[in-house]
Structure formats: structure tokens, C-alpha cells
Nanobody, 124 residues
Framework: QVQLVESGGGLVQTGGSLRLSCAAS????????MGWFRQAPGKEREFVAA????????SYADSVKGRFTISRDNAKNTVYLQMNSLKPEDTAVYYC?????????????????WGKGTLVTVSS
């Protein structure tokens, strides 16, 4: 059974940094796309960043480009999201996601595997 477990969230001041981790079990992530989404209070879940299988290409939402970096350590079966220059509008629950099949993009829909999320709060 595939499980994704996020960690690293917390309270940080504007301009600060956090690094989120997503540890996967039940699969070897090297052949899977991995991604991060977030959901702020009262808003829909939105895409943040994704990284393709192996050490592949990355993509980012415009709102985080230049501030966030997604990376993966296939040996540790873990994906990271380094978040710098945080803003109050980055406050949200951050979720890790991965598709059910290898070599497939993340859809962001219920068919993907999802973690339970980690809360990031940025104070002004």
C-alpha cells in the first residue's frame, strides 16, 4: 500500500524559510512523478510544484517560481520542497501527491495518491 507522509510544516515569519519533506512507502519513487499542492482556508487546492521521474524536469506555479524549489532523493524515497522568502499568502496545508502509475504526470485529482498534509503558517 502506497503511503505519502509530509513533514516540516510550522509557523514562520514573513521572509523566512521552511523545508517540507514527503516520505513515500510502498513504492520506489524513482519512476514516479512527485508533486506538491496546497489548500488555503476557504480556497480550492492548487498546484505548487512537480518533479518528473528519476531526476527529471521540474515545474512551478507562477506564484512560487523563484522562491520554492522541489527536489527528490530517490535513495531516501523522499521528495522535498524548499520554501524561501515566504509570504502570508503561502499559508496553507501542503500536500504531497503522486500518480498511481509510473512515468505518468500528476493529475491533481482523487486518482492520485495523497498524503494527509502539513500546515504552513506565515505570519505578517
Amino acid at each position: 500500500q502506497v503511503q505519502l507522509v509530509e513533514s516540516g510544516g510550522g509557523l514562520v515569519q514573513t521572509g523566512g524559510s521552511l523545508r517540507l519533506s514527503c516520505a513515500a512507502s510502498g513504492r520506489t519513487i524513482s519512476t514516479y512523478a512527485m508533486g506538491w499542492f496546497r489548500q488555503a482556508p476557504g480556497k480550492e487546492r492548487e498546484f505548487v510544484a512537480a518533479i518528473m521521474w528519476f531526476g527529471g524536469s521540474t515545474s512551478y506555479a507562477d506564484s512560487v517560481k523563484g522562491r520554492f524549489t522541489i527536489s527528490r532523493d530517490n535513495a531516501k524515497n523522499t521528495v522535498y520542497l524548499q520554501m524561501n522568502s515566504l509570504k502570508p499568502e503561502d499559508t496553507a496545508v501542503y500536500y504531497c501527491a503522486s500518480p498511481p502509475q509510473p512515468y505518468r504526470a500528476i493529475t491533481g485529482r482523487n486518482g492520485d495518491y495523497w498524503g494527509k498534509g502539513t500546515l504552513v503558517t506565515v505570519s505578517s
